[in-house]
């Protein structure tokens, strides 16, 4: 797997977005998608706020929720896992399913705890995705970010496969395929946020 730099492309190449809402959150203590965020318009949810970013470079956007979370009205088609804590896996396999169904044949897939999260950020990780038929490409700063990458949607049947073998990590779907990293620095868009602290 070859780190690869940076490559420009077209912004209106089409994307669907694939958010992860529905994590046990442990380190947090709460939900993050439902924290409070400060937003320009005053506070919002953690997760109303990543949609209103993603939805300014991505159509249509996923939300994957657990089964009975309570989420505000988002500007988004929330799916629902159909059990809790199973891992990131089947729930970016489910995404990926419904992006390709909206026919789109990548999808920029996150989790729900990526407040500073930015378009350039993204665009920067489409350009290799289309240039080079990239499986998936992710954002590398000396370690990987499955959680912030381009994949293309006709990854969901592997996926589904692998969860069928037990499997729940995304570390065991980029092991299966052709899978770029663009080298960044560390920076604020990677960040995750895992206390309150980290808002500020």
């Keep these: 797997m070859e780190k690869t730099p940076g490559l420009s492309t077209d912004v209106t190449s089409p994307l669907a977005a694939i958010v992860l809402a529905g994590g046990a959150s442990r380190r947090m203590g709460r939900d993050k998608a439902t924290l409070p965020y400060a937003g320009l318009d005053g506070e919002i949810t953690m997760v109303e706020h990543i949609v209103a970013t993603l939805k300014t470079r991505c159509s ?23 059990v809790r804590g199973v891992g990131p896996l089947l729930a970016t396999a489910r995404g990926l399913h419904a992006a390709a169904a909206a026919g789109l044949d990548l999808a920029f897939v996150c989790a729900v705890d990526m407040p500073y999260l930015s378009v350039e950020l993204i665009d920067d990780l489409v350009g290799p995705a289309l240039r080079l038929h990239a499986e998936v490409v992710l954002p590398w700063d000396g370690r990987d ?18 969860v069928a073998a037990g499997e729940r990590s995304m570390r065991a779907l980029i092991g299966t395929t052709d899978t770029q990293r663009v080298v960044m620095p560390e920076q604020r868009s990677l960040t995750n946020v895992n206390t309150p602290a980290d808002l500020f």
């Design 60 to 82: 249509p956007v996923f939300v994957i929720a657990a089964p009975g979370q309570a989420l505000p009205q988002l500007d988004a088609e929330i799916l629902r896992d159909e």
């Design 145 to 162: 970010h499955y959680l912030a990458g381009v994949y293309r949607t006709s990854l969901a049947a592997r996926a589904d496969e692998l």
